[in-house]
């Protein structure tokens, strides 16, 4: 599975959420500062924030940080998938799950 994929895959589990995702140019000026997006409440609906100009690694890890916040025991995931978001929740993603 390559990254465009994983992608799709993520998106409509967030979106199966009822979750606005907005893809949105981030730039900071300080060079040592990186800003990938999250999940957050505006106006009181829960909306992710991906930054359109991130990698795709870590786009693809700001989708999966952000499903860790939902219950995911009952609905199905793709294996591939679903390994992946655990390995993100505990810091060793490596990603090397869709090579």
């Known amino acids: 599975m390559d990254e465009e994929e994983i992608i799709e895959q993520l998106e409509e589990l967030v979106r199966g959420f009822g979750i606005e995702i907005r893809y949105e140019p ?4 300080e ?3 990186k800003v990938v ?3 957050c409440k505006l106006r009181g609906e829960k909306l992710l924030i991906i930054n ?3 990698p795709m690694r870590d786009r693809i890890k ?5 499903l860790r916040s939902f219950d ?4 199905y995931i ?3 998938i679903r390994a992946l978001i655990e390995k993100v929740g505990t810091g ?5 799950i869709y090579r």
């Open 52 to 54: 359109s100009k991130s």
């Open 62 to 66: 700001t989708f999966a940080q952000a």
């Open 78 to 80: 793709k294996p591939a």
């Open 92 to 96: 060793k993603a490596q990603y090397g």
């Open 37 to 39: 997006g999250g999940l």
């Open 31 to 33: 060079e040592t500062i």
């Open 26 to 29: 981030m730039d900071i000026e």
């Open 72 to 75: 995911l025991d009952k609905i």
